[in-house]
């Protein structure tokens, strides 16, 4: 995995995490020089690596969680339609809640007088 190229997309992001690692006072001006440069000479994703060994890794899921995860909802998806089902009773439950549970939200808010 180490030994796949990297693309200049790959370069400049790898840059914007320097950035914000920067900008966040965890690296001083020289050292975001000399690590970008690294980047931007980097061929493959090894080549990456010594650059943040020292950085603490991006909040939010990795790339490597999502994309099983995302397999498996299209999965789910294609042999069983469950997300569809769980999207449609979410769905069902908002505007039951909005418009009520008897009454459709096109049939519209027209409240019938009582009558003796």
Same mark, same amino acid.
């Given at each position: 995995?180490?030994?796949?190229?990297?693309?200049?997309?790959?370069?400049?992001?790898?840059?914007?995490? +320097?950035?914000?690692?920067? #900008?966040?006072?965890? %690296? $001083?001006?020289?050292? &975001?020089?000399?690590?970008?440069?690294?980047? *931007?000479?980097?061929?493959?994703?090894?080549?990456?690596?010594?650059?943040?060994?020292?950085?603490?890794?991006?909040?939010?899921?990795?790339?490597?969680?999502?994309?099983?995860? +995302?397999?498996?909802?299209? #999965?789910?998806?294609? %042999? $069983?339609?469950?997300? &569809?089902?769980?999207?449609?009773?979410?769905? *069902?439950?908002?505007?039951?809640?909005?418009?009520?549970?008897?009454?459709?939200?096109?049939?519209?808010?027209?409240?019938?007088?009582?009558?003796?």
């Amino acid at each position: 995995m180490d030994s796949l190229r990297i693309s200049d997309a790959d370069r400049a992001a790898a840059v914007d995490l +320097l950035s914000e690692q920067y #900008a966040e006072g965890r %690296l $001083t001006r020289d050292e &975001f020089d000399e690590r970008s440069d690294a980047v *931007w000479s980097a061929k493959t994703r090894g080549d990456l690596a010594p650059v943040f060994v020292d950085l603490p890794v991006r909040s939010g899921f990795p790339v490597r969680v999502m994309a099983p995860f +995302l397999f498996l909802v299209i #999965a789910l998806t294609i %042999l $069983t339609h469950v997300p &569809f089902v769980l999207f449609a009773l979410v769905l *069902w439950f908002v505007l039951s809640r909005r418009y009520g549970a008897h009454r459709p939200p096109w049939a519209g808010h027209h409240h019938r007088s009582r009558q003796p």
